[in-house]
Structures are given as C-alpha cells and as structure tokens.
C-alpha cells in the first residue's frame, strides 16, 4: 500500500467516522462462535470427521461502490453522505469481552477439587451428587467443550432426586439438544419417541426417578399397568357412588356415618374416613363431641356435596382416577385442611398429569401454588421451561419466574433453586446479556445461592451484566463481592469497571499488581493489563499473553488492526489469519472481509462473508446495521458471476486444494440459489463438522432432512442425526431402511460408517469395504466417491493389506481426493519406506500449505530436525493441537530433562486442560517421585474423563503411595 490510500480516506472525511467514542468491542455475543482447524486427513473410519451490538467499520476505496453504500439506506442505517457510513477499525476501540463464567486461576487444581467432591459425595459424604454436577458443569465453561457440558449435565439429572429438579434438568438438556429437531416439531411434553433420551423424557422427569446405576423403561414406552383392584373389604354397593367407578356387582355396605352439607346428606363409613387422616381419627374416633354422633355439618367447610361424594368413595378405593377432573381441585382443598397426604399425594399426581402444555400451566399454577401441590406446580413448571426462551415473553410466566415473590411462591411449593435460576439465568444471558429480565433472573439466582462457588458465579454474573449494560458503578461492587467470595477472575472486571469509570491508571495499578501476585500469571491477566497499557507498553503484554493462551482472540485483533493502521493491510491479513486457522469465529472472520475490502479483494471478502453466514445466518455487519447478503449483493457487479455449473467446479477445485473455508463458501453460494438442495445442506454439515463447528453443523443437517423430497434421502440424513447424537444402533436401522427403499450412495456410505464405528474383525472389517464397494456403484459424484476409496484404503491398512490399501489411496488420489495422501503415506511406513512416506506427506503438504494436520502427521515420518520442525510449524499453525507437545516433552524426557519436559506440557495445559496432556504430565511427575502432584493431575484427568483407564491405573497406585504418608 501507499501514502495515497490514507490520503483518500482523509479525503472522504472517514475520521469523524472513526472517533473511538463511536465504537465498541468486536465482540462474538450472539454469533456462532466455534474452534477447531481443518483436518489435512482423512478420517480412518468415516467420510465424516468424528462428532466431536458490536460496532465495526471499513473502508472502500471504490468510488462507484461508494455510491451504491451511500445510496442504500438500509433500514435507515445509511444516509447518502459526503463520506463512507463505517470507517476503518480503530485498534484502541477493540476490547476483549469478558467471559461471564467460573475461571479458575489454575484450571488442574480446580478439576482435581472438583473429583475429590464427587468421589466423597459418592462414598456417602455430605454434599449432595447433583450440585457436585451443576458445580462441575459450570466449571466445565471456561473449557468451552460442549462434550464436557452435557455429560455434567446429564450426570446432575441422573443424580437430581426429586421431581423438581429432574424437571429442571431435563428441561435443560432438551434445550441444549434443541438443534436436533426435525420438522414438525413434537409439542414440547408430547411422548419421548425411539430416540428421545431417557433423561429428557418429560413423564420421567414429573412421575418418575432414575437411578443412577440401571435406568428403567421410559415411562412413555412402558405397556399399562392392569387397573388395581380395591382390597376385598372394601367392596360394596352405594348407587352415589357409581359415578366413581365403583361396579354394580359390588356388595352392599352398611354406612354408619352422614356429612350434612346445605341440604344434602352424603353417606360414609366412618372408619375409612378416620383413616384418611390424624386429625379425621381424631375428630371422629377422639374426645371431640363429633365422634359420638352420626350426622357431621359439613356445610361450612368448604367442600360441595360431590366433592364429598368423591372423598367417600376415595376413602373407601384409594383411587381418584375416575372423578371429574374438576373434583379434583376440591379433594386437594381437603387434603390440605385436614392433613390427608395420601388423598393430597393422589391429587397432586393427577392434577399434574394433566398438564400438557403452556395453556394448561397457565390455568393451574395459581392452584398448585395455593396449595402447595409440589407435583403439580413441577409439572406446570416443566411446561414453561420446555417452551424457552419463548416462555419468557409471557408477561404472566415472567412474572412468576422474575419476580421476587413469584420465587417466594415457588419456594414454598418446594419449586425454587439454584438449578432452576441456574438454567433461567443462562438462557437469558444467551438472548440479551442487557434485559432487565436477565437481571432479574440473576437477582433469584444469587439469593437461591448458598455454596461459595455458586456465589461466586452468581456476583460474577451480575458484573458482567451491569458492565453490559453500563451501569459501571453497580458492575463494580458486584465483581468485588465475587473477590470477596474467592473469584479471583473478577479482577478483571474490577479493572475494567474502573477503567469506563474513567480511572485508566487505578484499573492498570490492580492488573498489574494480580501479574506481579503468581508466579505462573496466565493470560487474561496480561490481556487485561494490555487495556490500560500505554505507547509501547501494549505491544509486550498482548505477546505474552498471545504465548500463554493463543485461543485468545484480542491480541491478533489488535495487533491486525494495528498493522493496518500503518497501511500495512497485508500483514494485518496474515496476522488475522493466524486465529482463523484454528478457530473459526464470526467476528475475526469479519475483520478479515473488512481488510478484503479495503484491498479491494472482493472475492476474498465475499468468502469471508459467507463462511459467516454459514456459521450464523442471522449475523449482522458493520455496526449491527447491514446483513451479509446486502453486502454481498452490493459487491455483486465487482464480481465474476457464476451458474452452478461454475460453482460445482469451483467446490471440485476448493474440495481438492483442502481449503475448507473456500469449499464452505461455494456451498453457501450454491445454498442462495436452491436454497431446498438438500444434497448441499449434507454437504455443508460435513464441511462445517471438519472445521469443528458441530452445532451448525448440525443444523445444516436437519436443514437437509426437512427440505429433503424423497422418503430414502430423509431417512439417511436422519440416519447422521441419529449418529452424531449418539444412536448408533438407530442409525444404522435408518440407513437399511433407506437402502430397501432405493439403494444410494449416501444410504450404503452410513451403513458402514455405523458399522466401522467400532472393533471389527478382519471379517466385518471387510464387509464393510463390500458396503462401499456397493455405495461406489450407485450414483455420486468425485468428491464422495474419493472419500469412499479413501475408506476403503483405511480399512485395508487396518487389516494389514497394505497392497490392496495402496490401489484405493491411488484411485482416490487419482480423482483429485487430495487427503487420500496421508493414507499412502501410511502405506509406505508400514512397508517400512520411510523416506517414501516423508516424501507423500509433502505432497499433501505443498497443496494444504497451512495445515497442521499435515505437518503434524509428516513428523511421523521425518527424523531428528525434520520432525521437530514440522512439529513447531504445527504448533505455529494450530497450538490447540496437543501431539507436538505430547511428542516434545517425551524427547526432553527421554533427554533427562525433566523440568523442561514438565514445562512443555504445563504451557499447553495451561490454556488447553486435555485429558492426554494432564495424563502424560501425571506419569512424568510419577517418574519424577512427585507423588503430590501425580495424584493432583490423576484427579484432574479423571475429572475430564471418570473412565481413563490408563489414568485410573496410574492413580491407583499413586493412591497406594500416599496412603503409608497419611
């Protein structure tokens, strides 16, 4: 670039457009935000990989694109003016948001505490299973792995001992799994279907426990129970009771004992009165003069002469099933009068039983709360939480679930706690971290807390709210009480609550005090002090903090913006880059078009543009004001227009060069045109689950089943469904009902997946290879078939015929399946040509130059500086990826470099706490005779993952170790 690109945006008068009182941070709230890299191989089992307001401104220097912005006036957001409507970024308006969760200073010691909690919980301690879960869970969110989160979650509902809380929980899981729907969608508490999960049954969660060792039949699939038949005593013959069910062949029986209410009379047998009841005993066999008569007024109790009926016939059979269901209400009135907790209990069950929707809820809950029925305000309770967030845009169901005294009636009727706020809470700060029903739903929150992490989460919280909402004063006090409960993260907040306050240099002296404080600070912390930093302070602390936590996505904004504040928009490109190789996220994908744009690289912006839409259909541009496809369609005469028959080229030419953001692109074009292609949604999912971003993925998914036109493509794309959630079993029934249907491709393609899903024989193994062998004969297309050789090749290798293997990996090859390089490379190992194998990953390393899949599967075969080199390239390209670090620290290891070897690891898991990397830090540390530390990551590990068995083992005899010291 040159001097005249700022003299042109001077001329356009961009600055007073660029005034940081104008902007905000880049910031990802409401976007698809989602991490991994595209993977160079293959996938050894599948063609699917495994299922794993901002305000912002640009500059064009086009004049006629000029035009067309300045022209349009999109929802009033743009005024034909004398200079562009966004400017440029300005690198001292970006600010990091700050993570509104638990984060723990060192994440090990915190998992480690958290297994110790559940190991003593489970031997009978005091503290109870399912907060250990929910505790877990909120732990589990500064990990960011969705896997993590569910089985917390699902662990917590198997632990939740009573209905109110299982209701809670399930409702939860529901609504985490609501991406899964298919079209039309069920009523929210109709009955769970053959793949509904058992802990996300509605029955279950009212009417019925689970254990949490063998999970019984789902109420909704289980046959009817025989009706009972009342005890032999208890038949009799009473015409006023034959609307309740009792029969006409009954015996007669001899009442003794008459309620007077009005005018009517209602015959009784005294002693099954008296045994509704203590106080009924007592009235009716005790000192009181009532039991010496016959004949009791009942007028001015409060029950009607058919609710006496129905109290005399339940005294007598137990069962309330046959009364109206408008007797019901009565009976429970009764029951609360006089104590009954059998005929309360049978009331409560049927009342709430008969919820089944929001209109029902609505109509009962003032009566459950009334009287306390625990059951039946579950059940209406159940209802509004299975309908959000809709639900919370009912001004009568907010007001029950918001408001102080709605949580006091809900307490009472034993229907308040933290779980419930716990999930309310998270949901709306999902929607609109600013509202006032978020506040309020905090507000319930922190008075159901009671145990010092959910205080903390709760003050912490309500920080980030009020800073949203820039009520910075109130931000402040709430973030130090959350200090004051131990969050040592809520600095953070303390320091940037200052900082909008106006005290840059108070909020600077607290960042830098918390660096000075630990020996091992860790990101966030030079991040922050980064904020408030001035000149040439900056710089440093976002490289620090860049080398302690890469996934953190500020520093690279910073510094990109920076670069191109010096005209420098290249390398701002580059630097920008660096990030998206390995997370993809909507805001960096923006910038990224931001700087396509002011190189007037249309095509490259229009790419960035659409990987966004891809990701969040409904992200808005450029200060919240302009959707992508209006940008798109402005750009549209600065581009080369292309017909799908362009497009299928040009995902064939993406396909092969393994630019998977370019493939995602051309997909999401083609979409725009045949927007019902469900062919193009499949292959948008697997797209989107090779770049990791399994929740658009999974929405393409069900895209594709819903606008799918023929029965054997529905029942494949449901068939994945089926998978990716984990019914395997299902799946693979879907896919053998789609191929009797019409035999296809993608049917035979998920029938082996489903079944090479596992340890197979060399038998199995092989008819696997038979399925794709079929699925290659039906109709498809290059880049599906290139996957099915690849399989097939992958299969081969496993069962030793490496010839065999090498003829599939060449035919893939052969039709452009560029990964199918990996697998020869492979090949060429095992028949121990190692230099060949070197050789073949380095053809796949030139056409996927920034890759670290790549270069992380070529060390394998390189030797001494080869492999260290490739491995540090891999960590440069991607520094999630833990096998570099794994392999590094065991050569220092094997070197007797111990601490350098412990060090390795320590830097990864300090911003990556996996499960391999702690495991393999554990077994140094055991080597090392640290046994203290040994047992620390062996708890951390099990956290992650309560069934390692490598782990267990080696915390096993840890334990052994410690227990003579103790």
């Given at each position: 670039m040159t001097?005249?690109?700022?003299?042109?945006?001077?001329?356009?008068?961009?600055?007073?457009?660029?005034?940081?009182?104008?902007?905000?941070?880049?910031?990802?709230?409401?976007?698809?935000?989602?991490?991994?890299?595209?993977?160079?191989?293959?996938?050894?089992?599948?063609?699917?990989?495994?299922?794993?307001?901002p305000q912002k401104s640009f500059s064009l220097r086009s004049a006629s694109l000029y035009n067309q912005l300045a022209a349009s006036s999109i929802s009033g957001a743009f005024a034909a003016e004398p200079h562009l409507p966004c400017g440029l970024p300005v690198a001292e308006a970006l600010e990091p948001a700050l993570d509104a969760c638990l984060r723990p200073v060192d994440h090990v010691s915190a998992l480690a505490a958290s297994f110790r909690r559940v190991s003593a919980a489970t031997t009978g301690g005091d503290d109870d299973l399912c907060d250990v879960y929910l505790e877990q869970h909120a732990l589990f969110h500064s990990i960011g792995d969705a896997r993590l989160l569910r089985r917390a979650l699902r662990a917590a509902r198997v632990h939740a001992d009573d209905p109110h809380r299982r209701v809670v929980l399930a409702a939860w899981l529901r609504y985490e799994r609501r991406e899964d729907e298919l079209e039309p969608t069920p009523p929210p508490l109709a009955p769970c279907t053959a793949t509904t999960p058992l802990l996300e049954c509605p029955l279950a969660a009212v009417f019925a426990g689970v254990s949490s060792s063998v999970y019984p039949?789902?109420?909704?699939?289980?046959?009817?129970?025989?009706?009972?038949?009342?005890?032999?005593?208890?038949?009799?013959?009473?015409?006023?009771?034959?609307?309740?069910?009792?029969?006409?062949?009954?015996?007669?029986?001899?009442?003794?004992?008459?309620?007077?209410?009005?005018?009517?009379?209602?015959?009784?047998?005294?002693?099954?009165?008296?045994?509704?009841?203590?106080?009924?005993?007592?009235?009716?066999?005790?000192?009181?003069?009532?039991?010496?008569r016959d004949r009791i007024d009942f007028t001015r109790d409060g029950i009607t002469p058919r609710g006496m009926r129905a109290i005399a016939a339940y005294s007598r059979h137990g069962q309330v099933d046959d009364f109206p269901p408008d007797t019901i209400p009565e009976l429970l009135a009764f029951s609360n009068k006089f104590c009954c907790e059998g005929l309360k209990a049978a009331c409560d069950d049927k009342l709430g039983a008969m919820v089944r929707g929001v209109d029902d809820a609505l109509s009962l809950i003032d009566l459950g709360l009334e009287e306390a029925a625990h059951l039946l305000v579950a059940a209406c309770l159940q209802a509004f939480l299975r309908e959000l967030p809709k639900s919370l845009t009912n001004p009568d169901i907010a007001r029950l679930l918001c408001s102080p005294e709605g949580r006091e009636c809900l307490d009472i009727a034993g229907n308040a706690s933290f779980a419930l706020y716990y999930f309310l809470s998270s949901v709306a700060m999902e929607q609109d971290m600013r509202s006032n029903t978020t506040v309020m739903l905090l507000e319930r929150l922190y008075e159901c807390a009671e145990l010092p992490w959910q205080k903390q989460l709760t003050l912490h919280q309500l920080g980030c709210v009020m800073l949203e909402r820039g009520?910075?004063?109130?931000?402040?006090?709430?973030?130090?009480?959350?200090?004051?409960?131990?969050?040592?993260?809520?600095?953070?907040?303390v320091a940037r609550a200052k900082y909008k306050r106006g005290h840059k240099y108070s909020a600077y002296k607290l960042m830098n005090s918390v660096v000075g404080e630990y020996d091992e600070p860790a990101g966030w912390m030079y991040q922050e002090r980064s904020l408030y930093c001035v000149g040439k302070e900056k710089m440093p602390d976002l490289q620090t903090a860049t080398e302690l936590d890469p996934t953190l996505t500020y520093p690279y904004k910073y510094r990109a913006v920076a670069l191109l504040e010096e005209d420098n928009v290249e390398s701002a490109i580059a630097e920008i880059s660096k990030v998206l190789g390995f997370k993809m996220v909507t805001h960096c994908l923006e910038l990224r078009a931001w700087f396509y744009l002011a190189l007037e690289e249309y095509e490259s912006a229009v790419q960035d543009v659409r990987a966004i839409l891809t990701l969040d259909p409904t992200y808005m541009m450029f200060h919240g004001k302009m959707h992508g496809e209006q940008l798109i369609e402005l750009l549209r005469g600065q581009m080369q227009q292309w017909d799908m028959a362009d497009c299928w080229m040009q995902l064939y030419d993406r396909w092969s060069a393994v630019d998977d953001i370019g493939s995602l692109a051309v997909v999401q074009q083609m979409l725009t045109r045949e927007p019902g292609n469900s062919s193009l949604r499949f292959r948008q999912s697997l797209l989107l689950l090779r770049l990791n971003c399994q929740k658009a993925a999974m929405r393409s998914l069900r895209f594709a089943r819903n606008c799918s036109l023929h029965e054997h493509e529905r029942l494949v794309y449901e068939g994945w469904i089926l998978y990716d959630s984990g019914h395997r079993d299902e799946a693979l029934?879907?896919?053998?009902?789609?191929?009797?249907?019409?035999?296809?491709?993608?049917?035979?393609?998920?029938?082996?997946?489903?079944?090479?899903?596992?340890?197979?024989?060399?038998?199995?193994?092989?008819?696997?290879?038979?399925?794709?062998?079929?699925?290659?004969?039906?109709?498809?297309?290059?880049?599906?078939?290139?996957?099915?050789?690849?399989?097939?090749?992958?299969?081969?290798?496993?069962?030793?015929?490496?010839?065999?293997?090498?003829?599939?990996?060449?035919?893939?090859?052969?039709?452009?399946?560029?990964?199918?390089?990996?697998?020869?490379?492979?090949?060429?190992?095992?028949?121990?040509?190692?230099?060949?194998?070197?050789?073949?990953?380095?053809?796949?390393?030139?056409?996927a130059t920034n890759s670290a899949s790549a270069y992380e599967k070529r060390s394998e075969y390189g030797d001494g500086d080869n492999a260290k080199t490739d491995l540090n390239t891999a960590t440069l390209l991607d520094p999630t990826r833990t096998y570099p670090y794994r392999y590094r620290a065991a050569v220092l290891m094997d070197e007797n470099k111990e601490e350098e070897a412990i060090g390795e690891l320590s830097q990864a898991i300090a911003f990556k706490p996996d499960l391999q990397l702690i495991h393999l830090r554990a077994a140094f540390f055991d080597s090392m005779g640290d046994n203290a530390s040994t047992l620390r990551d062996c708890e951390a590990a099990l956290c992650l993952d309560p069934a390692h068995g490598d782990t267990l083992e080696l915390y096993s005899k840890a334990s052994m170790k410690a227990e003579p010291q103790s």
């Open positions: 001097n005249n690109f700022l003299t042109t945006i001077r001329s356009l008068k961009l600055i007073e457009g660029c005034k940081a009182a104008q902007f905000y941070a880049f910031s990802s709230v409401g976007a698809a935000s989602t991490s991994g890299s595209g993977d160079a191989g293959g996938s050894t089992s599948g063609g699917r990989p495994p299922p794993p307001p039949v789902c109420p909704c699939r289980r046959p009817p129970s025989p009706p009972d038949t009342p005890p032999p005593h208890r038949l009799r013959r009473n015409t006023s009771d034959a609307a309740y069910g009792v029969g006409e062949e009954e015996e007669t029986e001899t009442n003794d004992l008459w309620f007077i209410i009005g005018e009517e009379e209602v015959a009784c047998e005294r002693s099954c009165i008296a045994a509704l009841s203590k106080p009924l005993n007592t009235l009716l066999y005790g000192g009181f003069a009532e039991a010496q009520e910075f004063e109130d931000a402040q006090g709430w973030f130090e009480d959350a200090i004051a409960e131990g969050h040592v993260y809520s600095l953070a907040g029934a879907k896919a053998e009902q789609s191929i009797r249907l019409q035999r296809s491709f993608e049917a035979f393609f998920l029938k082996a997946y489903a079944l090479g899903d596992s340890s197979l024989d060399k038998e199995s193994a092989l008819s696997v290879v038979q399925l794709l062998e079929h699925a290659n004969s039906c109709a498809s297309d290059n880049l599906r078939k290139g996957q099915a050789y690849n399989n097939m090749g992958s299969i081969y290798v496993d069962c030793d015929m490496l010839d065999e293997a090498a003829e599939c990996y060449g035919i893939a090859l052969n039709i452009k399946h560029t990964r199918a390089h990996q697998g020869l490379a492979r090949v060429h190992y095992l028949k121990n040509r190692k230099a060949v194998a070197f050789e073949e990953m380095t053809e796949l390393v030139k056409i």
